[in-house]
């Protein structure tokens, strides 16, 4: 694991934003940068951290993290389905294939769990029991393992907005997606969170849920874009002391992005208003967590990239 003066030494360099016009067509996600140009999409992952829909502030090493995390993710599913990927000419640059994104969010859960209003535990606990289709049985508590995941697939909302889970009669109402595409990818979700429990399993991280987002490419072929398996888009915890407390209906121990979250909603911030001012420990144990997330998953020891990452990135794009 890095020292923790080396996450503080990168605070400075952290990467906020990016301006490289000759890339191409910009857009900026609340994590990502993108460029278009032609058939290709660069994803440059910035050190943005977004919690409750706002950018939060940077971390260090973050976008490093999770453009390798999904790397690694990537590889280890291809055989499932096919993922938007070409190269990675930098560490927290992907260059992936321009896809026309399909216009919902596939949400895999394992678990019965969280507190937002769109999670499966906040709307059980308030009494629902058909939650986006599933049929939930009376009696779960907090944490509990769903005896199947289950698919909760969400509508993508327009910048700003929040995202809406659904059934799939609903989407197939709301959006263009056909019967088939919808089984498709339904399908591929729940192969991919398989695999992914499998492999986290083996380095004792229980894959709690996760996201997944699909494109079809300028050919027709439907497949994975965007992320996968990242402290971002999944929930992690460490198997070793799930039964203990839930049990003892003690919280989970986690590694995924909950620490900023919660250190925010402490604070009272809950996505409105002004955003706390986060202090550099905070900053650098959130980093740290980050970090210890990619080898955890992984299995593999993170080598990070000191150093101002503007710079680098121009050099290995020759930009
Ligand atoms: N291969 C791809 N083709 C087209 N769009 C993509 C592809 N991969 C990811 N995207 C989109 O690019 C954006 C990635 O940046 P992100 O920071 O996640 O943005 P957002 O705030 O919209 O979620 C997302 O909107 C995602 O849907
Ligand atoms: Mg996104």
């Not at 083996?202 to 987002?213: A, F, M, P, S």
């Amino acid at each position: 694991m890095i020292p923790t003066d080396q996450i503080q030494a990168q605070l400075p360099f952290c990467l906020e934003e990016t301006d490289f016009p000759t890339l191409g067509e910009k857009y900026i996600g609340k994590v990502r940068d993108n460029y278009t140009s032609g058939d290709k999409r660069y994803l440059i992952s910035s050190d943005r951290l977004s919690a409750f829909d706002r950018v939060i502030c940077t971390i260090p090493f973050k976008g490093q993290v999770l453009t390798q995390m999904a790397k690694f993710w990537f590889e280890q599913t291809k055989d499932i389905i096919g993922n938007h990927v070409i190269s990675y000419p930098d560490p927290q640059v992907c260059v992936g294939v321009q896809c026309t994104p399909l216009p919902i969010e596939m949400v895999v859960r394992g678990y019965i769990t969280g507190v937002t209003s769109t999670s499966a535990w906040f709307n059980y606990e308030k009494g629902v029991r058909n939650f986006c289709g599933n049929v939930l049985p009376e009696g779960l508590k907090k944490n509990q393992k769903f005896d199947k995941p289950i698919l909760t697939p969400s509508t993508k909302a327009e910048h700003g907005d929040h995202d809406e889970s659904v059934s799939r009669e609903e989407i197939l109402k709301r959006t263009s997606l056909t019967p088939e595409q919808y089984d498709f990818i339904a399908d591929a979700s729940l192969k991919l969170y398989n695999r992914g429990v499998e492999i986290a399993a083996k380095q004792g991280i229980i894959l709690v849920d996760t996201k997944y987002e699909f494109g079809l490419t300028p050919t027709g072929e439907i497949v994975l874009i965007d992320e996968i398996h990242t402290p971002d888009s999944s929930r992690f915890w460490f198997a070793d002391e799930y039964e203990k407390r839930f049990a003892s209906g003690e919280e989970q121990k986690k590694i995924d992005k909950e620490y900023l979250r919660e250190w925010l909603a402490e604070r009272g911030f809950t996505g409105d208003g002004e955003i706390p001012v986060i202090p550099d420990e905070i900053k650098v144990e959130t980093a740290r967590r980050y970090i210890e997330a990619y080898e955890l998953v992984t299995g593999q020891k993170f080598e990070a990239e000191v150093g101002d990452v503007t710079e680098r990135i121009k050099k290995n794009l020759g930009i």
